[in-house]
C-alpha cells in the first residue's frame, strides 16, 4: 500500500488514495491580539466561523480550510498587510493613520471590544488642571501610544508641543507630564483617574482591511468578500430579534397597523391549518420589542415568540 506522502496528508478520492496532500490555504488572515480579541474572535463565531485561540500560541485554528489565521498587536496589523505578509486584517482605523500603511479598506466593522460604539483618541489633563485648551500645552510635554496622529494634531494647529511614546499606564503621567491623548470607549478610564477631556483628536472604528495583491487577486478578493457580508450580517443581528406570531385573519388589519406604526417593517404572512388564522414572521430593533409586543397582544395577536439572530443580510 502506498505512503502517505506528508503527514497532513488527508484522502480526498477514496478510502484507498492517500497521496492527495492538502491545498494551501487560500487566504493567511491577521486578527487582532489584546483588547479587541476577544471581541474578534464572538464576531467570528457568530458569523459562521468557529477560531480556537490556544494559550501562548499566535495560530489560532479555524474551520475553514480556506482560511489560516495569525493573531498580531492591532499596532502592527495594517504594516504586515501592506507588506504582504497577511493578506487581509482587522484592526483599527486610528493604526491604519498612525502607521501610515497603504492598504485597501474594505469595510467598517461597527464593534469594539466592549459596545459598538466608536473608540475616540482624546486629549486629557487632570480634573484640577488650569489648562483649559489645547494652545495652553505650548511649550509641554504630551504623552501618547499615538504619536504620528497626536504630532499631526497639534502641528496642524500651530501648537508647539514635544509628544512622547508612552509605553503603558499613560492615565498616570497626565499628572507627570502636561496632558496625555488617550483611547477611551466608555471613558470610565478617565473617570476613575480624575481626568478631563480637552478636545477629540481622532474618532476610530475597526476595519476589514487587505493587501492590494490580495485585493487584486479575484479569488482572494471574493473570499475576503464573503467575509465581510458574514462579519456585516452578524453585526446588525446583535440589535435585531425575529418575532413570530399568530393573528385571526379578523384582526389582521389590526396588527399590520401594530407593526407599521413601529417603523417600517414586512412581515411574512403564512396560511395555517385553520384557514381563520395566519402567522407573521418579522425582523426588527430589540429595542422596539417591549413596546411592540404588548400593542400585538392588545390588537389581538397571540402566540409571540421573540427569538436571537446570528446574521441579518439585506
Known sequence: MPRLSAPNCVDRRGPFNYGAAVPPPLLKLGLPKGSLEEATVDLFRRAGFEIEVRSRSYFPTIDDPTLECVL???????????DGIVDCAITGHDWIKESGADVHEVNELQYSKSTSRPARWVLAVPAESDIQTPEQLAGGIVATELVSVTRQYFEQRGIDVRVEFSWGATEVKARL?????????????????????????????????????????????????????????????????GLK???????????????????????????????GWVALEVILDERIERDMIPELLRAGASGLVSYPLNKVIS
Open 72 to 82: 498580531f498587536r492591532a499596532q502592527e496589523l495594517a504594516a504586515y498587510t501592506a
Open 177 to 241: 507630564l502636561n496632558a496625555i491623548v488617550e483611547l477611551t470607549e466608555t471613558g470610565s478610564s478617565l473617570k476613575a483617574n480624575n481626568l478631563r477631556i480637552l478636545d477629540e483628536v481622532l474618532i476610530s472604528t475597526t476595519r476589514l482591511i487587505a493587501s492590494h495583491e490580495a485585493w487584486a487577486d479575484p479569488a482572494k478578493r471574493q473570499k475576503i468578500e464573503a467575509i465581510d457580508t458574514l462579519l456585516q450580517g452578524a453585526i446588525t443581528a446583535r440589535t435585531k430579534v
Open 245 to 275: 406570531l399568530n393573528a385571526p385573519r379578523a384582526s389582521l388589519d389590526a396588527v399590520m397597523t401594530v407593526i407599521g406604526s413601529f417603523g417600517e417593517h414586512s412581515p411574512t404572512i403564512s396560511t395555517l391549518t385553520d384557514e
